[in-house]
């Protein structure tokens, strides 16, 4: 299974951007495709998770209402919908899948498919 970030780029506080994922390979072997983001300085932390067979998203707490996390089979992609930006969403956002039940999606070692990131600023 391979995974392609895309969609980052510079954006200001207050503005949107969207982030891609497109998965190719045995899509079979994903559960559900995460998002997680890693700032300058930091822990990679996890962001959102949806199940690619459907049912509802995950989200970490402090992106909940900004950001939405989507998918669209017919092009085995994954979108991250990030709106009302902040400076502390500054980060390389990463994409990943897993084969993992929703308990495992906050965690980095339930998936063994990764992406790679794209960069997101955002100034005041």
């Known amino acids: 299974v391979q995974l392609q970030a895309s969609g980052g780029g510079l954006a200001q506080a207050g503005d949107s951007l969207r982030l891609s994922c497109a998965v190719s390979?045995?899509?079979?072997?994903?559960?559900?495709v995460s998002w997680f983001r890693q700032a300058p300085g930091k822990e990679r932390e996890f962001v959102a998770a949806i199940n690619w067979r459907g049912g509802i998203p995950l989200y970490e707490d402090s992106v909940k209402g900004r950001f939405t996390i989507s998918k669209d089979n017919s092009k085995n992609t994954v979108y991250l919908q990030m709106n009302f930006l902040k400076p502390e969403d500054t980060a390389a956002y990463y994409c990943a899948g897993t084969r993992g039940v929703r308990s495992t999606w906050r965690a980095q070692a339930q998936h063994p498919y990764w992406g790679q990131g794209t960069l997101v600023t955002v100034s005041s």
């Open positions: 390979g045995h899509t079979s072997n994903i559960y559900a």
